[in-house]
């Protein structure tokens, strides 16, 4: 059985492995010219940022082996922080003391083309689940609603 590995591109304009490809392309927004790098399988770039000119200052500066390595950190780390992000924005947490005895209340959303869903739970302070229900995707987790909840007994907020 053989794996199919594309062949590396190394041109002056597209530099590509297995996993990355960046494109030197003509920017549109000016007379300049950028880089897009796409992960493999995308079909939109992962990353696009300027690049620099050639010394004709007219082309742009051809892509080598060290450029390609940086601009393949630069758009992993970019990926990394955007699902960081992405993930902070769907997982909320807080930890309130109650009667003497902390209580992490936390809202997870998962997100769906068809309708997001929601989750609000709470935890001792062992991690053990005290209670958990489902609530609008626009439930809004803060130190007052955390505490209502508990004091409804873990009612589901409307």
Do not use: C
């Not at 796409?38 to 004709?56: H, I, K």
């Not at 082996?65 to 902070?88: G, P, Y």
């Not at 807080?94 to 209580?103: C, D, H, K, S």
């Not at 302070?125 to 958990?132: C, I, N, P, V």
Request: glycine share 6%.
């Amino acid at each position: 059985m053989t794996v199919d590995t594309p062949e590396p591109i190394q041109q002056a304009r597209v530099w590509g492995d297995a996993q990355w490809t960046a494109r030197v392309i003509k920017n549109e927004d000016d007379d300049g010219w950028a880089v897009a790098m796409y992960l493999a399988g995308q079909s939109e770039p992962a990353l696009v940022g300027p690049w620099t000119m050639g010394r004709d200052k007219k082309n742009p500066k051809p892509l080598d082996t060290a450029a390609f390595h940086t601009l393949v950190k630069t758009a992993k780390e970019f990926i990394r922080r955007s699902e960081q992000q992405r993930h902070a924005q769907l997982n909320k947490n807080l930890t309130l003391t109650v009667q003497g005895r902390p209580i992490r209340v936390l809202l997870s959303i998962v997100p769906d083309e068809e309708g997001a869903s929601a989750t609000l739970s709470a935890q001792d302070e062992f991690g053990e689940e005290l209670a958990r229900v489902r609530v609008s995707p626009a439930f809004k987790l803060n130190l007052d609603s955390a505490q209502a909840w508990i004091e409804s007994g873990y009612a589901r907020p409307h």
